[in-house]
């Protein structure tokens, strides 16, 4: 029965997940102070799911999102510099 309800969730509730988390990390009082994050997918997070969180926030302007390698990326909404 929960597989059932996990199908009909479908791709809107993982990327509302997935949204959920990246907003949670952007939240956090250590983050706000750099206005910069590192994240990087989680295993059980679908790839569709987080690729349209990355398009939405690419065309935001003043977010720069930087992909650091397959799974990870910087998120920024301010020059940081590079390290």
Not at 3 to 15: E, I, K, L, R, T
Not at 65 to 76: A, D, F, L, M, Y
Not at 77 to 82: A, H
Request: charged share 30%.
């Amino acid at each position: 029965m929960n597989q059932y309800y996990q199908n009909v969730a479908g791709p809107n509730s993982c990327y509302e997940q997935v949204g959920r988390r990246f907003q949670r990390m952007v939240s956090d009082p250590k983050v706000q102070k750099y206005q910069a994050v590192t994240i990087t997918r989680r295993y059980d997070e679908p790839l569709e799911a987080w690729n349209r969180i990355l398009q939405e926030l690419d065309d935001t302007d003043g977010i720069t999102v930087e992909r650091t390698c397959p799974n990870s990326v910087r998120i920024g909404w301010k020059r940081y510099p590079d390290c």
